[in-house]
């Protein structure tokens, strides 16, 4: 039971404090937050919800035990991924 950081993480800072297991570490060699699989407990009997990913701000930068995303695309934005290439369009267009 763990929970991944991948390389969409931005370094927001904004996860790591909240970790009551203290398992998220800032990783040289990736470049990015990553969670040491022996500390994380999924906040499992500390709070009802992941705090790493209640907090970031990425969507897809999380990931469950079996690798899908916490916060998948849209679930953020409310912009669904079939539409995100088009509100981006506009979005810069303005």
């Known amino acids: 039971m763990a929970l991944k950081i991948i390389e969409t993480c931005v ?4 996860c790591e404090p909240l970790c009551p297991s ?3 570490y800032m990783s040289e060699s ?4 990553k969670i040491n699989p022996r500390k994380c407990t999924e906040c499992e ?4 919800d992941t705090q790493c ?6 969507e897809g930068a999380i990931l469950d ?13 409310g912009i669904p ?3 995100m290439a088009e509100a ?4 810069q267009a303005h």
Request: proline share 10%; charged share 15%; aromatic share 8%.
């Open 53 to 58: 990913a209640s907090i970031c701000p990425i």
């Open 81 to 83: 991924p079939e539409r």
């Open 22 to 24: 203290k398992a998220i």
């Open 45 to 48: 009997g500390d709070y009802k």
């Open 65 to 77: 035990a079996q690798g899908i995303a916490i916060n998948p695309p849209g679930s953020l934005t």
């Open 88 to 91: 981006m369009a506009e979005l």
């Open 30 to 33: 990736a470049g990015h937050f």
């Open 11 to 14: 370094n927001c800072y904004a």
